[in-house]
């Protein structure tokens, strides 16, 4: 039986994760009936092309949305506290990328291969999680559900197209400009990217963490079912211009067998493990763009203790990272 098709509306049409859920739809033959595109502000009307049909973009109203359906929003945190409620209200169900609803209890933070289960009896608005946080669990919960999880330690390599077009531009034409010789300021980013690393993402606290860290240590314990899990998170900025990269520390409860973890993880639903360092063969992100699967390598077992696994994941943080995982939560919706 075909599947239904539904009413599809998508919020910051114009922004990187938003053109890539309105493609993404289309590669996954998403059942739409009608699909309708705004911008977050007031920019005028424009049009894009999906599939040889013009679209227009216009600005977002809420009485614009049209009959209860889908309605992703990628428009940022202010816009979704102030919008995803009523939008809600109006009985659509939002899938929102930004950081404003991800750990509030009455909201489901979903990764589809990792907690399809807590979307049951979602409230009509559901939180897409942090693109350096869906790909980790990724990978830490079929282990975690063999062995048991006890400790995370994560250092993130972050690309720019994290913060945005404006970010991945500003890498561009700042890496441009050293080799000429010249130094621009930088706008995106607080310090200067090109030839770079920077190791902040988002603001500090008042124990010296940042927002982004901060993030994948509570999301990660949300979506695990573990508040008690102990997360350690370093995020830097990386002169990358797309795909996330991460090398992970994990304890187990139990002692962890090598072999065994390659099965656990072959058999993972959308993990790929690429793991043979001898042969030059380990994820890395300028493989990784416009692909579904988190990779996963350079797997080593802690030579000091028998329950610590030592790790290197990398993923697309524009597709599995965001727009993607809405997609696949869109999917599968009760």
Not at 69 to 89: E, K, T
Request: some cysteine; glycine content about 8%.
């Amino acid at each position: 039986m075909a599947a239904t098709k539904k009413c599809v509306s998508i919020v910051g049409a114009t922004g990187l994760v938003g053109s890539e859920v309105a493609r993404i739809l289309h590669l996954r033959a998403f059942p739409i009936r009608d699909l309708r595109l705004f911008s977050s502000g007031r920019t005028r009307e424009r049009e894009t092309t999906i599939t040889g049909r013009a679209f227009p973009i216009v600005p977002f109203a809420l009485e614009a949305l049209g009959e209860p359906g889908i309605c992703f929003l990628a428009a940022g945190g202010d816009f979704a506290r102030r919008y995803a409620r009523q939008i809600a209200a109006r009985g659509h169900v939002v899938i929102d990328n930004s950081s404003a609803f991800r750990m509030a209890d009455d909201v489901p933070l979903v990764v589809p291969e990792v907690n399809p289960r807590h979307l049951v009896g979602h409230k009509g608005l559901v939180a897409n999680p942090n693109c350096s946080t869906i790909q980790m669990v990724m990978v830490l919960s079929p282990l975690a559900r063999r062995w048991g999880l006890k400790k995370v330690v994560v250092s993130t390599y972050q690309a720019v197209a994290g913060a945005g077009l404006a970010a991945a531009g500003e890498l561009a034409t700042h890496s441009q400009a050293r080799l000429d010789g010249r130094d621009l300021p930088p706008r995106a980013f607080l310090d200067r990217i090109a030839f770079n690393v920077i190791p902040r993402i988002d603001a500090f606290d008042g124990d010296g963490w940042t927002g982004e860290e901060r993030k994948m240590m509570n999301e990660t314990r949300k979506i695990l079912d573990d508040r008690s899990l102990s997360v350690i998170a370093t995020t830097v900025r990386v002169p990358v211009f797309r795909g996330h990269s991460e090398s992970v520390y994990a304890q187990f409860e139990r002692d962890i067998d090598l072999s065994e973890v390659r099965l656990v993880l072959e058999g993972a639903a959308g993990v790929e493990v690429v793991d043979d360092p001898a042969a030059g063969k380990y994820p890395m992100p300028v493989d990784c763009a416009g692909k579904e699967q988190t990779f996963v390598g350079r797997l080593r077992l802690d030579p000091d203790f028998s329950r610590g696994l030592c790790m290197w994941i990398v993923s697309d943080n524009v597709w599995k990272g965001a727009a993607l995982n809405a997609v696949q939560i869109a999917e599968i919706l009760p």
